[in-house]
């Protein structure tokens, strides 16, 4: 018998007994740690933002971490590395990461891009003499470079006819006020940034419609190890989505208090906001503006310029399962 138990009644040792031998017993399992998240300084992004800060995510028994690292680059080889399990980004990063870590997969599609991309002149833009030989900022090997060529065919240009820089577009903003670049793209919110500093609006993604999907990437093995979470997830984010468009004001004033951003910054202007019947639609779809049709065109744009080897198909890109 326990020592501690040898002056108590028999009925109460037995009480006793039974009591710390069920302290020693199988104790409930550890939780398992906060998914990591990064994104980009995105407003299509911003519906995890509502979800963390509103309850969605406790609710469905889902804690994340999120980094804004702003520095796209970086983040896309810190997801590679495994410092993340998800990040948000737009889908030709997604078709490009797959260059360096295959097994991951696209589970949800944020929004689409429809004039929330611009590129910046210092003056209007009157003809393409503002253009030939100047220095154009983008993001090379990314979505960027394929948003700038397509405003070059636009002009009736050539690659060859500028000098493409590879930047990040976060970045951009400086490099033009600093005169490192004549011309550069950039996204909400650096884009109003721009218009308030006087630069022009020489072309936007609402010239490019379907070109421009975002969404979430994460780890297959982590999907199918976790399945529950990333469902509650992704059920938190449609929620949240819904929320936000009920109460824009609210949710704008929210997100700018989590980001500690200035108020009136987060504007969903030039950014279509993709809700859950939109996402069954954009995964089974095979016309223009769905996943598939957008994955393709970039996996075609990044084998011609030998930055893949291979050309994942949309089934090993993409896994509709969590927005069905």
Request: hydrophobic letters at 45%; proline letters at 7%; aromatic letters at 8%.
């Amino acid at each position: 018998m326990i020592p501690a138990l040898r002056r108590l009644p028999p009925v109460l040792g037995l009480l006793a007994l039974t009591w710390a031998l069920a302290g020693c017993g199988p104790q409930a399992a550890p939780a398992p740690p906060p998914l990591r998240i990064a994104m980009d300084v995105w407003a299509g992004y911003y519906p995890l933002v509502v979800a963390e800060q509103r309850g969605e995510l406790a609710a469905e028994h889902v804690a994340i971490t999120l980094d804004f690292p702003e520095d796209t680059h970086r983040m896309l080889a810190e997801f590679a590395a495994g410092k993340y399990d998800a990040v948000c980004v737009s889908i030709g990063d997604i078709v490009l990461t797959t260059r360096v870590q295959p097994d991951i997969r696209m589970i949800l599609c944020t929004d689409e891009s429809a004039g929330g991309d611009q590129i910046f002149g210092r003056e209007p833009l009157r003809d393409n003499a503002q253009i030939r030989g100047k220095r154009i900022g983008t993001a090379l090997g990314g979505f960027g470079e394929l948003f700038v060529r397509r405003f070059l065919e636009h002009r009736g240009l050539r690659p060859d006819d500028v000098v493409l820089v590879s930047v990040d577009s976060a970045a951009v903003p400086a490099l033009l006020a600093h005169g490192e670049i004549d011309i550069g793209h950039t996204w909400e919110p650096y884009a109003t940034q721009m218009r308030a500093a006087g630069w022009h609006t020489w072309f936007s993604s609402s010239d490019t419609p379907g070109l421009i999907l975002d969404g979430m990437m994460a780890h297959a093995p982590s999907l199918d190890r976790d399945m529950a979470r990333w469902q509650g997830l992704v059920r938190a984010w449609f929620r949240a989505l819904d929320w936000w468009r009920a109460h824009p004001a609210e949710g704008n004033a929210l997100i700018e208090k989590r980001l500690k951003l200035a108020p009136g910054s987060v504007s969903l202007t030039g950014i279509r906001l993709v809700d859950q019947a939109g996402n069954r639609r954009a995964f089974a779809g095979a016309g223009p503006g769905t996943l598939p049709a957008s994955a393709a065109e970039y996996v075609e744009f990044y084998v011609s310029r030998g930055l893949l080897s291979h050309r994942p198909t949309a089934a090993e890109l993409l896994d509709p399962r969590f927005v069905q």
